[in-house]
């Protein structure tokens, strides 16, 4: 969604295809891709992958509408925030979605609406088990994890509100630091357990505001005493 987002920021025409989990990784070796990782860009006849190579590549590649501020002191500031909101945030709402899942697997049909997999919805959310298992895995969702997630989630927010407050994030021209952060809180908000709570929140209007269409749904899942630091 980042990706999409900030080559729609560019005003650059694309086109889409979406990997299944896990299988992208061979899929990525096989089109020439260096890394396993999405998302993964070919553009002007290079190959980039990730949402931090792919913003510096859009702004060389296309300057106008830039998604680094020119000022060094805030280009620097926003810098830490876009490494944060990859390394520090983007981990939790994922390992909290292939957890949901694996508990309420038909809540994948959410996210799959509007997928470009090549293979029939249906089709996917029924044989979608074996995929979540191994995603489960590969990010370590086990219930420690998700609970320490869980417990970490309320100062991750006040940080993205700090940032909010000084200018770092919501500019009125978004920065690779927003297209970064919002895109995680977004898919926060499609859990009914965190909603009304971070709904509250600056960040979340900063989210809606940015990423307006979000597709998944996951309905009540954790376990009350997880979440009672939340409210």
């Known amino acids: 969604m980042a990706g999409r987002l900030m080559l729609e920021h560019k005003g650059i025409a694309y086109h889409r295809v979406d990997l299944i989990p896990g299988l992208h990784k061979p899929i990525l070796r096989v089109l020439g891709f260096k890394d396993t990782t999405v998302p993964a860009l070919r553009i002007d006849g290079r190959r980039i992958q990730g949402t931090l190579r792919i913003s510096r590549a859009l702004d060389e590649l296309c300057p106008d509408l830039p998604l680094f501020l020119e000022d060094e002191a805030a280009r620097a500031a926003v810098e830490e925030a876009e490494r944060w909101g ?42 979608a088990g074996p995929i979540i298992w191994a995603e489960v895995r590969i990010n370590r969702a086990t219930d420690v994890a998700v609970q320490a997630d869980l417990a970490a989630l309320p100062a991750m927010l006040d940080q993205v509100d700090v940032w909010l ?30 909603r009304e709570t971070i709904g509250l929140r600056p960040a979340a209007k900063f989210a809606r505001t940015l990423v307006s269409d979000f597709p998944g749904e996951v309905p009540a899942v954790f376990p009350e005493a997880w979440i009672a630091g939340l409210r």
């Open 86 to 127: 990859e390394a520090q945030l983007q981990p939790v709402p994922r390992r909290l979605t292939w957890w949901a899942v694996r508990r309420n697997p038909p809540a994948t049909r959410g996210f799959l609406e509007g997928a470009r997999l090549h293979v029939p919805l249906g089709l996917a959310v029924r044989t």
């Open 165 to 194: 407050n000084e200018g770092v994030l919501g500019r009125q021209t978004p920065t690779a630091a927003d297209y970064q952060i919002a895109t995680s809180v977004r898919l926060l908000l499609c859990f009914e357990d965190l």
